[in-house]
């Protein structure tokens, strides 16, 4: 009797690693997350799913270049918005999703007044669910990304009337 075929083995790719990175440092809210391919093992632990401080400094350009800005409406988007609005954008390429689950109702509408750690929206990336946080005091003004879509690095996702 003859055993079946072993399936190889996928190796991340770099891209797939970049993902992981943006991932863990886009602030997301996990207190775990562990990542093994082959020989390579990694383990990340975090108090109540907060980001330590002190992050390997490796690592700090990618948070600066995905963190949440205030931009001006002209260059956020083809939607009109108001002047100054805090635009939160999307850390990277994934699934956006505006509730936790199927049929729940969304983090968020506009008229929802949020605080920095509100959470707005989740982007799935290979199967690992990242929350997004609203980033400021406000109101939201607008949802701009649709439910359930692909959206790519950058694209504006949901607009906040700072307060």
């Known amino acids: 009797m003859k055993s079946p075929a072993k399936k190889p083995e996928r190796v991340p790719t770099y891209d ?8 863990i440092e886009s602030g997301s809210r996990f207190t775990d997350f562990r990542l093994r391919s082959g ?7 975090r108090a109540n799913g907060v980001i330590p401080e002190a992050a390997p400094a490796v690592l700090e ?11 001006a409406a002209k260059g956020a ?3 009109a918005l108001p002047e ?21 109702p969304p983090f968020v509408e506009a008229g929802t007044r949020v605080e920095p750690g509100t959470v707005v929206c989740i982007i799935e990336v290979m199967k690992l669910m990242n929350s997004v ?31």
């Not at 797939?16 to 991932?23: E, F, G, Q, S």
């Not at 949802?143 to 607009?159: D, R, S, T, Y």
């Open 84 to 104: 100054g609005a805090h635009v939160i954008e999307s850390p990277m390429v994934g699934t956006f999703y505006r509730s936790p689950q199927p049929g729940a």
């Open 133 to 163: 946080t609203a980033g400021v005091h406000g109101v939201v003004e607008r949802v701009l990304a649709e439910n359930a879509q692909m959206v790519e690095f950058g694209q504006p996702l949901i607009a906040i009337r700072p307060e």
């Open 39 to 45: 020989d390579i093992e990694v383990e990340i632990h």
């Open 16 to 23: 797939d690693l970049l993902a992981i990175v943006r991932l």
């Open 77 to 79: 988007c083809a939607v």
């Open 61 to 71: 350009p990618i948070a600066a270049s995905i963190a949440p800005r205030t931009v």
